[in-house]
Structures are given as C-alpha cells and as structure tokens.
C-alpha cells in the first residue's frame, strides 16, 4: 500500500504504539491522521506533533466500547474529511494475573476494549470502504496472538481472536479490494506493560521500531507482519519443536515468588536435563539424515 495522501485512523493514538504508528505515517506523507482515544489531553498533545510535520490532524476522544457514541464519531467523520483509506486497530488494555486470581471487571474490559471495540469500528469503517472499493485494515495483535502466556490468559485470547478475524475478514474483503493485515508485536516498552511483571529473557522492543516494521509491512504486502527476531524465533519453534517452546514458556513465565523452594530447583535441573536429551537427540536426527543424504549422493 501507498500511503501517500492517504487519510489514517488510528486508534489508541494517545500513547504507546498508537501514538508511534500516528507519527510515523505522518513522516511517510499522509495526508491526515485521525487519532481516535478516549484522553482527549494525551490526543491534543500527539496532534501538536504531527501538525509539526506539516501533516493534518483530527482528534476524536470517543470510547470504543459506546457503540453509538462511535457510530455517530464515524459518521461525522466521513462526512467531514472524506473517505478514510487506512484504518490501524490499536486500541487495547492488559491485565497480568493468573487465572485463578483474575477479577471478572478486568476480564471484560479486556474483552470489551481489545476485541470487541474493535470489531464495532471495523465494521463501520469496512462498510464504508466497500463502498469507494478500497481500503486497508490493521488489526493490532501480538506475538501472544500466537503464543498465549500463562498469567496473561484473557489477554492471549483476545489476541488470538483478533488473528481469527483478521484472517476471515481478510478473504471476505479482497474482492471488494480492501486488504486486511495483522500486526504482531512482541513485548513493546510503553507505559501499558510497565506495571507488568516482564519474563525473563525478553528484551521489549520500542514504539518506534513496530511503527517503523508496519510501514515495512505495508509495503511489502504482508498479511501478517511480526515485529522483532524473538516473534520470528518463537513462531519457529512452535511449528517445528513444540516442546522447546513449551520448558521456554514454563521457566520464562514470572514467578509468584522470588524465592525458588528445594523441589523447584529439583525440578528446574530435572528439566534442564530433559532439554539436553532432547537437543542431542535432535542433534543425532540431524547428523543421521545428513549422513543418509551424502551416502546417496555417492551412489548415484
């Protein structure tokens, strides 16, 4: 896609991600940018910046959970700056907690913020594209979209039905020349995460570097575009060494606790064990096959 003279709507525009994707296509030339969130303060401040750049900006403090106050946003809208070409879905809310701890209020903010405000916009702005035949749509997922985390439930199964409906949308929608795409970040550095007790061994990426890796995206044409080595790294090892992911998960996922008991450490060098006999049989599977291949290629 061209953004070029386009007009974007961005939601989640205030902070974090949002707010890194809105000025990143104002640098890459869109004609406007739209910043939808429900801090009309945070809103003002972003505009500022990109009306910097020389790039229009329209703020709208609205609540996707209030579908008619949306309806009505998205209406005005259209009316007043035209059609929208590009519509990002960043919108999202995170809770850490195990399950059994969780709190039913969290649950449904998550659901209600994460999945289905999103689909209230989507569905407005889509039937519009229909209409003028073209447009573009990111879904803003994660990594935890394909890989759910354990003290992250509610949030890994909102991800994961963001990538569901993207993918069906995605073939609903080409023939009316509207291309749908998700986004996947990995853990992302934003204030949103700060309060999150992080797992060990990831190193969050910034903002800038997913918003700069959608632009990418979009120019290659991407249906899903991962942000990040550790994405990639862990997409591999699901389809191809399940269980490595798997004792990766376990010993990276945070602790209750800091303070390990003897049956725990018992059980984290029992592991650790585990996954040396499985590398080495990997390792011997490896050699055997590549053995195989050069013998045959000497007979013949």
């Given amino acids: 896609m061209k953004i070029q003279g386009k007009v974007a709507l961005i939601t989640g525009a205030s902070r974090g991600i949002g707010r890194a994707i809105a000025l990143e296509l104002a640098q890459q030339g869109v004609k406007r940018v739209i910043l939808l969130a429900r801090d009309?303060?945070?809103?003002?401040?972003?505009?500022?910046?990109?009306?910097?750049?020389g790039v229009k900006a329209t703020i709208l403090a609205v609540d996707l959970t209030q579908g008619v106050e949306v309806n009505i946003a998205v209406a005005q809208l259209w009316r007043n700056y035209g059609p929208i070409h590009l519509l990002v879905n960043c919108a999202g809310v995170a809770y850490q907690n195990s399950f059994l701890r969780s709190k039913l209020p969290q649950v449904q903010e998550e659901i209600s913020v994460n999945l289905l405000g999103m689909y209230t916009l989507t569905s407005l702005i889509a039937r519009r594209?229909?209409?003028?035949?073209?447009?573009?749509i990111i879904n803003v997922s994660s990594l935890m979209g394909k890989v759910a985390a354990p003290t992250m439930a509610t949030y890994s199964a909102?991800?994961?039905?963001?990538?569901?409906?993207?993918?069906?949308?995605?073939?609903?929608?080409?023939?009316?020349?509207i291309?749908?795409?998700?986004?996947l970040p990995t853990l992302t550095d934003t204030d949103m995460v700060r309060d999150?007790?992080?797992?060990?061994?990831v190193t969050p990426m910034t903002p800038q570097q997913v918003a700069q890796t959608l632009i990418t995206g979009l120019e290659k044409d991407s249906p899903e575009i991962l942000v990040g080595w550790q994405s990639y790294l862990a997409i591999w090892c699901q389809r191809f060494a399940p269980w490595l992911l798997e004792w990766v998960l376990n010993i990276a996922t945070p602790s209750a606790s800091s303070r390990q008991q003897p049956g725990?450490?018992?059980?984290?060098?029992?592991?650790?064990?585990?996954?040396?006999?499985?590398?080495?049989?990997?390792?011997d599977l490896f050699w055997s096959n590549q053995m195989v291949s050069l013998v045959s290629a000497r007979k013949s």
Avoid: C
């Fill in 196 to 201: 999150l007790k992080l797992f060990r061994w």
């Fill in 40 to 53: 009309r303060q945070k809103l003002t401040q972003v505009a500022q910046e990109i009306e910097a750049l």
């Fill in 179 to 183: 291309q749908v795409r998700a986004l």
């Fill in 129 to 136: 594209m229909v209409s003028q035949r073209e447009g573009t």
């Fill in 158 to 177: 909102t991800k994961f039905a963001i990538l569901g409906f993207t993918q069906a949308l995605r073939r609903e929608l080409a023939e009316y020349n």
């Fill in 264 to 283: 725990d450490i018992l059980s984290t060098i029992t592991q650790k064990l585990s996954l040396a006999t499985k590398f080495q049989r990997l390792g």
